[in-house]
């Protein structure tokens, strides 16, 4: 077989078998990495790197390295799952940077921060004074959690005494301009009526692309963009 073909079919198997890895480990790694997480993403893509380019490797040993690489953090996630002592041994916990409005060097150094970068996570924030911070933390997996002071917070309906319906998250009900019969289903709605509902907003079901229905019975429509400024086409002359 010549070279090529075998590195097609070895770089395919590889790609299956990482898809099969990504599904078993979950989508938290794809999300919130610990350190030791980044460390085993890195080295089983360059396994897999590897495996594929180089045909004088074999691909049994290779993919039974890339089995270890991936058992090791699965039984670590479980493992985490059930013990407490055990977790913060392998993910860390997060170190507080900010306190009562008083930056903690001693914790910054720690963890080897420097104020230029504190300054710079804290406007990733939409926070541009440390006077308006309460508290702030690093977490195990990087990121930086913030909690501004009272008088710093959005005004909320029950800091002055309004109360809210309670609202669940929007539906989609067409995508792709195809109808989502289950969506619908979840919505109350069959296909007569979601019809009936995008006409009465003056277009018809050919012209959108998206459409999304609240949980108060509001749709909302996103139309092909070949239709944005044409509103009213002649249908039944295409």
Known sequence: MPDIFRTIIRSILLILGLFIITKLLGKKQLSSLSFFEYIVGITVGDIAGTLAMDPDLSLRDGIASLVVWSFVPLAISTISLR????????EGKSTTFIENGNILEKNMRKEKY????????????????????????????????????????PLKYEDIGIKVEAESASVSVMMDGKFIEENLRQAGLNRVELIAKIQ????????????????RGNLSVDLYDEFIFCPFPDFDSV
């Open 83 to 90: 013990s407490r002592a055990f977790r913060k041994i392998v």
């Open 114 to 153: 420097s104020i230029d970068e504190l300054l710079e996570q804290l406007r990733k924030k939409s926070v541009f004074k440390v006077a308006d911070v309460e508290f702030a933390s690093l977490d195990s997996n990087g990121e930086l959690s913030v909690l501004l002071k009272k008088a710093k917070q």
């Open 200 to 215: 009465a907003k003056g277009y018809q079901p050919q012209q959108v692309f998206y459409a999304e229905m609240d949980s």
